[in-house]
């Protein structure tokens, strides 16, 4: 084992202080990377704090990775020492079961493995996440990164941009289609530049009326305030598909009244406590669908990060010190913040 240094958290109740701890050696299919920048994400917030069932701690956060490889096992074919790469939210899966044999790891009938606190195969007890110097995961589920990119935002992609992309692609859209996003936040802005870039027709939804000009910015054909209900209704039955990202309970009513015979809302936000149940009858009668997505499996975020490097996609972000994370979580509950925190683990010191 190798000593690895990083920020955790060791309650619920607690900041996130220096931590070190035991990274496995690589085995013969594994690659060591060296992390260079880490996204935060709003997952690792809640699962920091205690605010999902079956947290363990301490806590590593981060699942939004982009490094180099420093090491590979003997086995390993698909990288070598240097190359840049990335690792998302899983770093393994059961391998075996319909899902996986379909790449739709994050779907494992048996239990995927998070890049934290997910059960650690190798050295029991729990995985630790990219808040930390290096990380070692098996060749298959790390991922190829284009250094054309600015690396440091293209770290979100891992989570924000798959999570995004994978229902756009899953429900086939491109042009020809009108995509209402709703939400500008982390999520929201990614699935605002990724729906633009396949080609659809794109409305933001958004309940600020600040944000209507970043949103235009952003790639967005129109900027809706979700409060005023005469913009909603110029809206009704107009939506071919509706990405919800907004990770609060709300009315989905006034959102699924938008969608055209046919249309679906997915949702992607994880709301702590659930949305008020919506009226059947807005379903039924334009056979109008609710559906939900999960992130995306390793062969799909490959996909996502090499359809944004062709269209020079990458996340908005601010980067901070592996320091201000305690005051980085503070700002993100407050919304503040444009749109990700990125952090620079160059910042990361042995105390």
Known sequence: MSKAIGYAAQAGDQPLNYFEFERREPTGNDVEIVIDYCGVCHSDLHTARGEWAGVRFPVVPGHEIVGRVLRVGSNVTKFKVGDTVGVGCLVDSCRSCDCCAEGLEQYCENGFVGTYNGDDKHLGGHTFGGYSNHIVVDQDFVLRVSDKLDLAAVAPLLCAGITTYSPLRHWNI??????????????????????????????????????????????????????????????????????????????LDSFLALLRFNGTMTLVGAPAEA?????????????????????????????????????????????????????????????????RFVIDMSTLNQK
């Not at 809206?235 to 990405?243: E, G, M, R, S, T």
């Not at 499996?297 to 010190?321: P, R, S, W, Y």
Request: proline share 3%; charged share 20%; hydrophobic share 45%.
């Open 174 to 251: 491109g042009p020809g289609h009108r995509v209402g996003v709703v939400g500008l936040g982390g999520l929201g802005h990614m699935a605002v530049k990724l729906a633009k870039a396949m080609g659809a027709e794109v409305v933001l939804f958004t309940t600020s009326s600040n944000k209507v000009a970043d949103g235009k910015r952003l790639g967005a054909d129109h900027v809706v305030i979700s409060k005023d209900p005469e913009q909603m209704a110029a809206w009704a039955n107009k939506l071919d598909f509706i990405l919800n990202t907004v990770a609060a309970p709300h009315n």
């Open 275 to 339: 949305h008020p149940s919506p009226n059947v009858f807005n379903l039924i009668f334009k056979r109008r669908s609710l559906a939900g997505s999960l992130i995306g499996g390793i062969k799909e975020t490959q996909e996502m990060l090499d359809f944004c490097a062709e269209h020079n996609i990458v996340a908005d972000i601010e980067m901070i010190a592996m320091d201000d994370i305690n005051d980085a979580y503070e700002r993100m509950l407050k919304s503040d913040v444009k749109y």
